[in-house]
């Protein structure tokens, strides 16, 4: 991409494209949950302590029990801007915005990075999914505090989280991908012909219909 223009529409491109991969991710998850029979969020390690069970540089733990990131930035910030405590359809909301922020911010930065590639770009999204997992999900979040180290969940959980990531980075390429090719003049054009064609053929089927059914019936009559 080589202007403002190039980038603003990878850019808009990504975050929409983020749409497809949050809705993926959340797909992904509710499969999971009903094969495992439980969130497989929940687990956590049985075993003793572990030197990476801490990672924080934040000054500890900022999540309360059985609160995720999300949730727990959600709060955090409406307790910074209100000084009050949110209840709990409040902390719903937030985690919820937060969630899609991070998703729809994430993709626009692979759709102006990535750049108009051909469809699917399985190979970007794979990357993509892997480098949002591995740095934010595996190193930024326990860093700030917002989940505990590494070694204080099992495989299951961390295999579980990559796959996840797999599905958003996929689907996000995938949808992007898309987008950015409507975006080319030529395509479009290619698209708009395509649909007036269609739509002209079926206004021909539709109206030949007419007239042979108008002949059916003089004839019985």
Do not use: C
Not at 133 to 151: C, F, H, I, N, Q
Not at 173 to 201: E, I, S, V
Request: glycine letters at 12%.
């Amino acid at each position: 991409m080589n202007d403002s223009s190039d980038l603003l529409k990878g850019l808009l491109a990504g975050a929409l494209g983020g749409v497809a991969g949050t809705v993926a991710m959340r797909l992904y998850w509710q499969a999971a949950t009903a094969l495992a029979g439980e969130d497989p969020r929940t687990l956590t390690s049985e075993d003793a302590p572990h030197a990476l069970d801490e990672m924080s540089v934040t000054g500890g733990q900022h999540t309360q029990e059985d609160e995720s990131s999300t949730a727990a930035v959600g709060r955090i910030a409406y307790e910074a801007v209100t000084d009050e405590e949110p209840d709990d359809e409040t902390i719903e909301t937030l985690s919820q915005s937060v969630h899609w922020a991070f998703g729809l911010g994430t993709s626009a930065l692979y759709g102006a990075v990535r750049g108009p590639v051909g469809p699917l770009d399985a190979e970007g999204g794979l990357v993509f999914g892997t480098a949002v997992w591995a740095l934010g999900d595996e190193l930024m979040v326990p860093l700030l505090g917002l989940s505990k180290g590494p070694t204080a969940y099992p495989l299951t959980q961390h295999a579980h989280r990559f796959g996840a990531h797999l599905a958003f980075g996929l689907a996000t390429a995938a949808a992007t991908q898309a987008l950015l090719g409507l975006a080319r003049p030529h395509t479009t054009r290619r698209f708009a012909w395509k649909t007036a064609k269609t739509y002209l053929k079926w206004k021909a089927v539709k109206a030949g219909a007419k007239v042979a059914g108008r002949a059916l019936a003089k004839m019985q009559g």
